[in-house]
């Protein structure tokens, strides 16, 4: 449980004169939800960026189940058990929902060329365990009534559902969540919750970006803060709500006495 | 759900009846000229389909297919003329020689993206089609490539063999090609690795952040397609017989993307009706002296104003506003 399932080491990345992470260090323990809030601009995008290689860090590691994965490409990074989603919303909209968790799962098969080709049987194995995962997590994240659906029809709450059900069908180890309650109405973020709630039962570990209080107070176990690429503070939400710096760096120096 | 479930096996035997259809006719059709103008339509049906993977299903839009289809027609003639090798090998030959230009521009070409990938496979189809023109010692330039045979004969057990001597025979060669190519390409478009290849085009970041290298899938459905658009040039180069730079030319190239926009991108029969309506009317309207790209480019502009999913699209529009709820 207490096990270090992902290390950040002095991780620095500058965008020409700016530098957008401060060689941050922190760590992610297996089996917990982990937090990262943080005025705009303070560069929580760019830390998970960096995590999942869309970014090259310009210093530091990240270790990944004490493997190192710095600037690896993103498409090995989810091979090796790193699953993302974006802050924009984003799912395969001309498809359907189905259509879009099947290809979620298609980095765990082969699909090998001269297979496709004669239609081998052990490529209709793999197409079927593609199929059967995203029936499996269809139900997981309650769209089997919307199965047919084109995804970009979807409601925004419904599509922060199928993107987060996409990352899950890659099975992945650690999930990282940016804003999933972004662009969502207030009485639908407590289903948003749940789904979180239910995915850490699984046994995935979860790092989310957020900015509503109810969720970034109830949910995680850990929290740390950023502000101008540095770590202010880390602790339980609670007690990091309560710390000075962090309300100097929401709120400005004459509220935080 | 229903409706699509009864519409399957509907699908499957107009098919069937289209293949039997295609196979009958050398034996009531006699004329030489309607066999020939079927023969020309299979050949650009094929590299349009060929086309229609990179671009209709894969999102890349590559502007260098008729450089592809002229490489592989001109490394036929080459093979067959100044090497003297028999048809079949330099088959294969003209195809892999195809597919490893294919390889050496896709590397670098593939790392670009949207317009730039259109413009650097276009500007390559220039080059391709000067180094045929100028490099005389080895093509003939301007003066093209004469007398290519046409296919060897396919020798059978108790010494018969296929002869490719007449036009039905050549007719059947390139049909089945055309069958073959048109089979691969529905086998991979429908498996996980044309799901790949679609997903790329929905979003390459999405994609790549579900675990799958954007750059392998498109390398591997640029290779594919580079590998049927050198195949049929084999075919154009033996059965025409003669081959010219102009065959390699960015001409090709926009005539075979007018048949995918026409006929219906990314979809299976949109190449096929688009390479087979617009290659016969320009055949039957051999007489009439209006411009082909002209009339194209009209065309053209009429069917992105108010067709965008071509002839296919259009259809399908169609045909789920009759059919009430309808299925997909």
């Known amino acids: ?82 699953a993302r989603t974006f802050q924009l919303t984003t799912v395969f909209t001309r498809d359907t929902v189905l259509d879009n968790l099947i290809i979620g799962h298609r980095l765990r098969i082969k699909a090998g060329l001269v297979g496709t080709i004669l239609g081998s049987h052990s490529n209709q194995e793999e197409e079927r365990r593609c199929r059967e995962k995203a029936e499996e997590i269809l139900e997981f994240i309650e769209l089997t009534r919307q199965k047919n659906m084109i995804a970009g029809n979807l409601t925004q709450e419904a599509q922060k559902r199928l993107s987060i059900g996409m990352a899950l069908a890659t099975d992945p180890q650690l999930l990282l969540l940016d804003e999933p309650t972004g662009g969502v109405n207030f009485k639908e973020i407590s289903s948003l919750v749940s789904l979180i709630e239910k995915i850490k039962e699984k046994k995935v570990t979860i790092c989310l970006i957020e900015h509503k209080m109810k969720v970034a107070m ?40 | ?73 001109y490394s036929a003639g080459l093979l067959i003329l100044k090497l003297g090798i028999n048809f079949w090998p330099a088959l294969i030959l003209a195809c892999a020689i195809t597919v490893f230009l294919g390889f050496l521009i896709g590397l670098p070409a593939l790392r670009t993206k949207g317009s730039y990938f259109a413009i650097g496979t276009m500007c390559f189809n220039v080059i391709v089609t000067v180094i045929i023109d100028s490099w005389e010692g080895l093509t003939e330039g301007a ?143 051999h007489g009439i002296a209006i411009p082909r790209l002209v009339a194209y480019g009209f065309v053209l502009i009429i069917i992105m104003i108010f067709l965008r999913g071509g002839i296919t699209g259009g259809v399908r529009t169609l045909w789920l506003s009759l059919g009430r709820k309808g299925g997909r």
């Open chain 2, 143 to 285: 003066r093209g490539l004469l007398g290519i045979p046409r296919p060897a004969p396919i020798p059978l057990p108790f010494g018969r063999e296929i002869t490719f001597t007449s036009i039905g025979a050549n007719y059947y060669l390139i049909l089945i090609s055309l069958l073959l190519t048109i089979l691969i390409i529905y086998r991979i478009v429908h498996s996980m690795m044309g799901r790949t290849f679609m997903a790329i085009r929905g979003n390459e970041e999405l994609a790549e952040s579900l675990g799958m290298s954007a750059m392998k899938a498109k390398l591997l459905s640029f290779l594919i397609s580079t590998f049927f658009a050198g195949w049929a040039g084999v075919l154009y180069a033996a059965y025409i017989g003669f081959l010219s730079p102009e065959i390699s030319d960015y001409h090709v190239t926009f005539e075979l993307l007018t048949f995918c926009l026409i006929g219906g991108l990314g979809t299976m029969v949109g190449p096929l009706i688009g390479a087979f309506i617009l290659t016969l009317t320009s055949e039957l309207l």
């Open chain 1, 218 to 257: 109830d949910i995680p176990d850990r929290t740390m803060v950023l502000s101008y690429g540095r770590k202010i503070t880390e602790g339980s939400p609670r007690q990091v709500s309560q710390d000075r710096r962090v309300i100097e760096a929401y709120l400005g120096k004459s509220y935080a006495a």
């Open chain 2, 1 to 73: 759900m229903e409706t699509a479930a009864k519409l399957f096996p509907t699908r499957k035997l107009i098919v069937l009846l289209l293949i039997i259809f295609a196979f009958t006719i050398p034996f009531f059709v006699t004329s030489r000229f309607i066999l020939h103008i079927l023969i020309m339509c299979c050949i650009w049906a094929m590299a349009a389909t060929s086309m229609n993977l990179i671009m209709g299903y894969t999102g890349q839009v590559n502007l260098a297919h008729g450089a592809f289809f002229g490489i592989g027609a």
């Open chain 1, 1 to 82: 449980m207490n096990e270090k399932l992902l290390e950040v080491k002095g991780v620095c990345k500058d965008f020409g004169g700016l530098r957008a992470i401060d060689n941050l260090e922190f760590h992610i323990r297996e089996g917990e939800i982990f937090s990262i809030i943080g005025p705009n601009g303070s560069g929580k995008t760019t830390l998970f960026n960096v995590i999942t290689g869309f970014y090259p860090a310009t210093g530091g590691k990240v270790i990944f189940k004490g493997e190192d994965i710095t600037n690896l490409k993103p498409f090995t990074i989810a091979q090796k058990g790193i």
